[in-house]
């Protein structure tokens, strides 16, 4: 086992420390957090777990999305109550208790992103489309915008967007292009990796990225950077550490993309490693992974993707 790797496994054995004392469930009393990030020490490079205890708990945590500014969280969390896509903030320099946001279906809803504008959501849900309807069997993609503190009532993006064959993760680039993955019919995998544009009008654009980054495997959980520079991505392709790895491209000259490298084992296990996202500032790389046992969010700076861009 490498250092990298066992450094991973030391910081879980800290964490399951800290679990001892905080018994990794929602405290009854929440605790007085300020600053940046909910007052966690800024991470190195070596992953940690974020906030131990208070976003990362003994429930299933995924999808992970700061406001450019800093001031609210929203994050998915499973099997817990409340469930469904959670929201913390500051309010007069201390972070709220996290509670469900309005737009949120609970269980039904997991991966989703804030675009950079901090207003629009696009949240993959298995939600009717008839309230008191049986959930779907897959997910399909959709919207809600906020004013002030209040969302707008979700609505799902017409087809081709969604093709009612599992389309999910969305992430929205500064020019406002949608990535997401999907099931559908004539990929290159079992999940491949999408972009369209004009998605939010009558003439949306669908544009499987293809070969390297879409293989005969698994290509799901895009996060697209805001200039569309890189991007990074799960797959459980050949060569990797073990179930699922996390892998970034690097656009290329045009509209290409580089030959997808894996983030190595400072990232990477035997265990699955997804859900990835920079903060919108760029100097922190989120993801989930079940290393531990359950689906906690990992933090780190975000430095390795410069590290690993070709010269």
């Not at 991505?233 to 179930?243: E, I, N």
């Not at 996202?277 to 359950?294: A, C, H, K, Q």
């Given at each position: ?196 544009t004009g998605w939010d009008g009558n003439s949306p654009r669908i544009e499987n ?19 569309e520079s890189f991007l990074i991505f799960c797959s459980d392709r050949p060569g ?45 790389f989120l993801f989930t992974s079940n290393v531990s046992g359950n689906r906690e ?15």
């Amino acid at each position: 086992m490498e250092i990298s790797r066992i450094s991973l496994a030391i910081c879980v054995l800290g964490c399951c420390a800290v679990a001892a004392t905080m018994c990794w469930s929602q405290p009854d009393e929440w605790p007085v957090l300020e600053g940046p990030y909910l007052g966690q020490m800024p991470p190195g490079d070596d992953p940690v777990v974020f906030a131990p205890g208070i976003i990362s708990t003994s429930a299933p945590e995924g999808a992970t999305s700061f406001s450019p500014d800093g001031s609210f969280l929203l994050f998915a969390r499973a099997r817990a109550e409340p469930d469904g896509i959670l929201i913390t903030e500051q309010i007069d320099g201390v972070w709220s208790k996290p509670h469900r946001v309005s737009f949120s279906e609970g269980r039904h809803d997991w991966d989703f992103t804030l675009a950079p504008d901090g207003k629009t959501v696009l949240v993959a849900s298995a939600r009717p489309d008839v309230t008191g309807e049986e959930p779907l069997d897959d997910h399909r993609i959709w919207t809600s915008t906020r004013n002030g503190r209040e969302w707008s009532e979700p609505r799902v993006l017409a087809p081709p967007v969604n093709a009612g064959q599992h389309d999910s993760y969305p992430w929205l680039s500064a020019a406002h292009t949608l990535y997401f993955f999907s099931g559908r019919d004539g990929g290159l995998g079992h999940g491949d990796i999408y972009r369209a544009t004009g998605w939010d009008g009558n003439s949306p654009r669908i544009e499987n990225l293809g070969a390297p980054v879409n293989g005969p495997h698994h290509e799901v959980d895009p996060y697209i950077a805001p200039d569309e520079s890189f991007l990074i991505f799960c797959s459980d392709r050949p060569g990797g550490f073990g179930k699922a790895d996390i892998y970034v491209s690097f656009r290329t000259v045009g509209e290409g993309w580089s030959e997808p490298i894996n983030l190595g084992d400072r990232v990477n296990t035997a265990a699955d490693e997804y859900i990835p996202s920079v903060t919108p500032d760029g100097r922190y790389f989120l993801f989930t992974s079940n290393v531990s046992g359950n689906r906690e969010i990992y933090w780190m700076d975000s430095g390795l993707i410069e590290e690993l861009r070709p010269e």
